[in-house]
């Protein structure tokens, strides 16, 4: 886990783990808090529970994260209008703020509810589930995440960037060093990455 100021593009501190965690962000914003640095706003890929963790920090989830979480249910050429629609609507994202977003989100919902509504059912069994789980589950998360997809624009002088892209160029550098010394092992491949983030 790195995490880095969006400002200088500076490594503030990373963490090896097998997964993360919110207790591992937390123990990096206390530990980055420690060095007498003020947070001024985080922008992350999502996680539940964060929020909590971090009340009083603006927290902004990244936008581009939101859109690939919507592709991989919907994939990137929908068929049915329902799912094309929401799809464009996720794509679209940055030209809205908060209250408008909720507004065309709402109106998808309203426009699909009874396609949303729509169950199959097991002949033999008589067990029946929602057809288009997919597109119920695009929508929950859109829906869901929208508190936090547009903190951006609600803190405006702090200049919250809306997506992680500048990690996201951090992590395009490493795996084009990393790919180039490919005969490492694990050991000395975790040294690389560690000697690589303490250059930045």
Same mark, same amino acid.
């Given at each position: 886990?790195?995490? *880095? ?20 962000? =937390? ?12 947070? !001024?706003?985080?922008?992350?890929? #999502?996680?539940? #529970? ?9 927290? !902004? ?13 919907? /994939? ?17 994202? *940055? ?18 509810? /009874? ?28 829906? /869901? ?5 547009? *903190? ?16 996201? #160029?951090?992590?395009?550098?490493? =795996? ?6 490919? #005969? ?8 690389? *990455? ?7």
């Amino acid at each position: 886990m790195v995490f *880095i100021d969006n400002t200088t593009k500076t490594v503030l501190h990373y963490l090896v783990v097998s997964h993360e965690t919110n207790a591992a962000y =937390k123990q990096g914003i206390e530990y980055i808090k420690s060095l007498g640095i003020d947070i !001024q706003s985080i922008t992350c890929d #999502g996680r539940r #529970g964060l929020n909590s963790l971090f009340p009083n920090i603006p927290l !902004q989830m990244c936008q581009f994260h939101q859109i690939q979480i919507v592709t991989r249910y919907l /994939t990137r050429r929908p068929k049915n209008i329902a799912s094309i629609e929401l799809r464009q609507l996720s794509l679209n994202l *940055i030209q809205y703020d908060k209250a408008e977003f909720i507004e065309r989100l709402d109106r998808w919902y309203f426009t699909h509810e /009874t396609y949303l509504s729509e169950r199959s059912i097991n002949a033999d069994t008589g067990k029946t589930w929602y057809t288009h789980k997919r597109l119920r589950s695009a929508y929950r998360s859109l829906r /869901t995440n929208s508190d936090w997809l547009f *903190i951006y624009k609600e803190h405006e002088p702090l200049d919250i960037p809306n997506t992680t892209n500048s990690l996201e #160029g951090l992590f395009s550098e490493l =795996k084009r060093l990393l790919h180039s010394h490919h #005969g490492l092992n694990e050991h000395r491949k975790l040294r690389f *990455i560690k000697d690589f983030l303490l250059s930045r």
